[in-house]
């Protein structure tokens, strides 16, 4: 099988070709990212070398090359990660989320489409979205089913939510085999320390404010990246055509309940004074539209494919310290801006 993997030099994408490369020798992995800023090669540093990964840099809007690497590689696959990721700077520059979520993954569907000319025998296009299309719930019990209304709020989620009615447009229309997931939060080995949790535990490594928006009351639901990528394998392999799939960890937290989590596991592994950490929470103005809850029901995926998240919140929080603690070097590279120069090391001056 050949599958591409866009965005897979970002967080979940690094995880998820590492996860095909090792898991299926037999597989032709091809990666395209473009690198923006969250992109970083490093995140793929083990996998580079094996005989059947392939990096190409490239962007999912360019109506050139998307087309052409289709021709090249005639995919099987396509697993689509690539995307703007980031709420609050989605708040700063929608266009560039509206630029590659929406077109550019109208771009790719278009070059599957033409490609695979009807032909869709042992095709599929896999497209990667999130829980925050869904709307925001209160604190009333209830979860994210796959039939919970869409009413996104952040240019984040609603070009999120417009790439998720192309792609089931193109299934309704043109019969293209897609299909798509909705996960909550991931944390994890290798997430842009913009996020919650990498900013969090690199500003308490720094004894730097840690800013927690608002009161600190909205919650999350958090899954560790390495059960995402196991379920993106488990639904790219056994998911329904046409279907949509939430994947989720049953793993509510209040930020301030989880900053304050993590600050005692920092206190314990930096063998700091316990409550020392707890003392650089800062209350900070609150995000502009900030969803109060997010909770995903994954019944559906557990029931019909045999997914189930495989870590405890804590145990999880405890390996995702343990690995920024260790990896000092990945992560000063991230805040120098060093990781930015390794395509040209290891591609271009090869
Ligand atoms: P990320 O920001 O860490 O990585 C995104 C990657 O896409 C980067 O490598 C970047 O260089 C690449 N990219 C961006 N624009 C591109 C373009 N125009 N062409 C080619 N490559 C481009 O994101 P992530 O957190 O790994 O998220 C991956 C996917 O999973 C996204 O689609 C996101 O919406 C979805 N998702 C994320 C989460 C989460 O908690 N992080 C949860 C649910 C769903
Ligand atoms: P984030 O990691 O940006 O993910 P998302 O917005 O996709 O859920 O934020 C997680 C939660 O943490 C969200 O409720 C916003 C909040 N948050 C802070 O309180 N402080 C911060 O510095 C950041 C980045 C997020």
Request: charged share 25%; glycine share 6%.
């Amino acid at each position: 099988m050949k599958v591409l993997i866009t965005g897979a030099a970002g967080f979940i994408g690094s995880h998820v070709a590492r996860l095909f490369t090792n898991k299926y020798p037999e597989y032709q992995i091809v990666v395209l990212d473009a690198l923006t800023y969250a992109g970083n090669l490093e995140n793929l540093r083990d996998i580079a070398d094996k005989s059947n990964f392939t990096f190409i840099k490239g962007d999912i809007t360019d109506e050139k090359l998307i087309p052409e690497i289709f021709e090249k590689y005639a995919f099987d696959g396509v697993i689509h990660l690539a995307a703007e990721s980031h709420v609050d700077r989605s708040i700063s520059d929608p266009m560039a989320f509206i630029r590659t979520n929406v077109f550019g993954t109208c771009n790719l569907l278009n070059a599957a489409k033409n490609a695979w000319k009807g032909n869709f025998e042992g095709k599929r296009f896999y497209h990667i979205s999130t829980d925050e299309v869904y709307v925001a719930l209160e604190f009333d019990g209830r979860f994210f089913t796959e039939n919970t209304r869409y009413a996104p709020h952040s240019p984040y989620s609603a070009s999120k939510a417009s790439s998720d009615h192309f792609v089931r447009a193109y299934h309704d229309t043109y019969a293209l085999p897609v299909v798509i997931s909705n996960c909550s939060n991931n944390y994890g080995a290798y997430h842009f320390p913009e996020k919650l949790i990498p900013l969090a535990i690199n500003n308490i490594k720094h004894n730097k404010p840690i800013p927690v928006y608002g009161k600190g009351e909205n919650v999350r639901d958090w899954l560790w990246v390495e059960d995402h990528a196991r379920a993106i394998d488990c639904i790219f392999h056994s998911g329904k055509n046409g279907d949509t799939y939430n994947i989720g960890g049953n793993n509510e937290w209040k930020n301030i309940d989880l900053i304050r989590k993590l600050c005692e596991i920092m206190d314990s592994k930096l063998g700091r004074e316990s409550g020392t950490s707890a003392k650089l929470i800062t209350f900070v103005s609150d995000r502009a539209g900030h969803d109060l809850r997010y909770a995903i029901d994954s019944s559906k995926l557990q029931a019909e494919l045999g997914w189930k998240p495989s870590l405890q919140f804590e145990e999880g929080l405890e390996k995702t310290v343990d690995w920024y603690l260790a990896n000092r070097q990945w992560l000063d590279n991230v805040t120098s801006g060093a990781y930015q120069s390794y395509y040209e090391q290891q591609y271009l001056n090869s």
